[in-house]
């Protein structure tokens, strides 16, 4: 087996063109389409760079060293590659003949500090009482989705409110590519694994999920929810697992409480789809949405309760408990807004109190406002 640090030493000869954009902390991602056009996303912009590789094929050598050090194939016969690098750093990869015009990469930066509670609230990316609220929702083991764009902070949030459960707790993470970084003592992180060149050893996200509910967790958390292994986050919710946190891919709450529903559809479970809808409006309690808004930050625009389905009207049910006024003039002048309660109360706020926290008063003096409270 070559040495670690050998594969290091080689992944930087091969990414030499792109190297600068590694060592650069605004950069978050780096976006190779074929070997002379480079772009970057920095502090939320996307630029076009000068870098290049000095061929396609020089392009393919890096591309295979970085599949070699992950131990996946690579090739004709498989021409997509996903892992991580060796600083952590995400990678996507398509070759041809899948991407005609040469092949395509999407390096994922993530910062080298994580992310705090602290810190999104200097980045206004939260509100004080928004991150009081989600603390209060957290210990209180609500089950959390947290929903988003590509970009937009998903798991970055997700990381920071790892920090509100109670440290004797245990969590068991599950994910396709290690990134969480959950701010916890006792944290045991497993990782999917896609087959070998001949198609054996795969582990998928559902088989650790299987593996998962025999592991003892308090808390069980996924990285993100693409697929059928969905059925899996949402039985595990409705069956005793209070406190079940996972990301997935949608642009408003309500937008991710279907995407839960037709990824449960991906599943191998048999089961009506009213059953279904039921179960997804059981699972998921709180959805914290998060977006990338068009001055490049990223923001938590809506913290919602999701009150279930309600099978006469055909729609799930849920609250904003706090919601985010962005505004554009006319002129184009933008503002992020704050984001603030909106009026309605919590639900389930007897959860938090059994667990000695409460809801901020200002959600209460909204709700009293808007005559509710």
Same mark, same amino acid.
């Given at each position: ?76 016969d498989h021409p997509i590659l996903e892992g991580r690098l060796p600083d952590g750093s995400r990678i996507e990869a398509v070759l041809p003949p899948v991407a005609p015009e040469g092949p395509v990469v999407s390096i994922r930066r993530f910062a080298k500090e994580t992310l705090t509670i602290d810190r999104?609230?200097?980045?206004? !990316?939260?509100? &004080?009482?928004?991150?009081? *609220? @989600?603390?209060?929702? %957290? ?5 959390? #989705? +947290? ?21 004797g707790e245990r969590i068991v993470v599950i994910e396709d590519a290690r990134e969480l970084q959950v701010q916890r003592p006792h944290v045991v992180n497993l990782e999917a694994r896609p087959a070998d060149a001949k198609g054996r050893g795969a582990v998928t996200i559902r088989d650790l999920f299987k ?55 991906? !599943?191998?479970? &048999?089961?009506?789809?009213? *059953? @279904?809808?039921?179960? %997804? ?5 709180? #959805? +914290? ?85």
């Amino acid at each position: 087996m070559i040495p670690r640090e050998f594969f290091i030493a080689s992944l930087k000869t091969f990414f030499a063109p792109v190297a600068p954009f590694f060592d650069d902390p605004a950069v978050t991602d780096i976006l190779i389409n074929g070997p002379f056009t480079i772009h970057v996303e920095r502090r939320g912009v996307l630029e076009r760079t000068n870098a290049r590789f000095e061929s396609e094929d020089a392009l393919l050598a890096a591309l295979r060293n970085a599949a070699q050090f992950m131990g996946r194939p690579l090739g004709p016969d498989h021409p997509i590659l996903e892992g991580r690098l060796p600083d952590g750093s995400r990678i996507e990869a398509v070759l041809p003949p899948v991407a005609p015009e040469g092949p395509v990469v999407s390096i994922r930066r993530f910062a080298k500090e994580t992310l705090t509670i602290d810190r999104l609230l200097q980045f206004e !990316s939260l509100s &004080l009482e928004g991150a009081q *609220a @989600l603390g209060a929702m %957290v210990v209180g083991k609500l089950n959390v #989705v +947290v929903s988003g764009g590509t970009g937009s902070g998903k798991t970055s949030l997700l990381n920071a409110l790892s920090a509100f459960v109670p440290e004797g707790e245990r969590i068991v993470v599950i994910e396709d590519a290690r990134e969480l970084q959950v701010q916890r003592p006792h944290v045991v992180n497993l990782e999917a694994r896609p087959a070998d060149a001949k198609g054996r050893g795969a582990v998928t996200i559902r088989d650790l999920f299987k593996a998962t509910l025999r592991l003892r967790p308090d808390r069980i958390f996924v990285g993100e929810l693409r697929g059928g292994e969905a059925m899996e986050f949402i039985q595990a919710a409705t069956s005793g697992h209070g406190g079940c946190m996972a990301t997935l891919h949608a642009s408003h709450p309500m937008d991710a409480l279907r995407r839960l529903e037709t990824m449960g559809l991906m !599943s191998d479970v &048999l089961m009506p789809l009213e *059953a @279904l809808r039921q179960q %997804v409006g059981s699972a998921v309690e709180i #959805v +914290v949405q998060t977006s990338r808004l068009p001055d490049g930050s990223r923001r938590v625009t809506h913290i919602t309760e999701v009150l279930g389905w309600d099978s006469q009207r055909g729609v799930f049910v849920a609250n904003d408990i706090f919601h985010r006024l962005v505004e554009q003039s006319a002129d184009g002048h933008f503002n992020p807004g704050d984001l603030v309660p909106t009026g309605h109360l919590l639900k389930r706020v007897d959860r938090l109190r059994e667990h000695g926290h409460d809801l901020p008063a200002s959600v209460y003096d909204a709700a009293r406002g808007h005559g509710t409270g």
